[in-house]
């Protein structure tokens, strides 16, 4: 049997990864995996990222305890994005302290918030 992998030399080395909560299906957030970000998803089950801003590994949930479980793990048809489906640990994906990162609706007049805050980012983090 062969074995498929994310196609990372076609997107830079990053390929988008869809975070998606394993038991509602909605959507918690959009990130990316380089390699070793992916090789450590699969021996570990746990979400790990590629930040882009830090340029590092992002061990979800090491800052904030709000871990992913991973559940499931699907490559598109093209093998450059991910679908994680995860089951949130702590309740909020998004570091702005809400369950998912996608908690601004677009109205005609602007935005409006239509997600619960579950923490403060201040407490969580600090200044940073």
């Given amino acids: 049997m062969s074995v498929l992998r994310p196609d990372f030399a076609k ?6 990864v869809v975070t998606q909560d394993a038991t509602t299906g909605e959507v918690l957030m959009l990130a990316y995996m ?3 970000a992916y090789n450590e998803t699969l021996k ?5 990222y590629f930040s882009r801003s830090r340029n590092k590994l992002w061990r979800k949930g ?3 305890g709000n871990v992913q479980k991973v559940s499931g793990l ?4 093209d093998a450059d994005t991910i679908l994680l489906k995860v089951e949130q640990i702590g309740g909020a994906a998004c570091h702005e302290g809400y369950k998912t990162c996608f908690f601004r ?6 935005f409006k918030i239509v997600g619960e805050r579950l923490f403060d980012p201040k407490d969580v983090y600090g200044t940073k």
């Fill in 62 to 64: 090491e800052e904030s």
């Fill in 105 to 110: 609706e677009v109205t005609q007049d602007g």
């Fill in 44 to 48: 570990t089950s746990n979400a790990v």
């Fill in 11 to 16: 997107c830079n080395n990053l390929v988008p």
């Fill in 74 to 77: 699907f490559l598109d048809c």
């Fill in 34 to 36: 380089n390699e070793e």
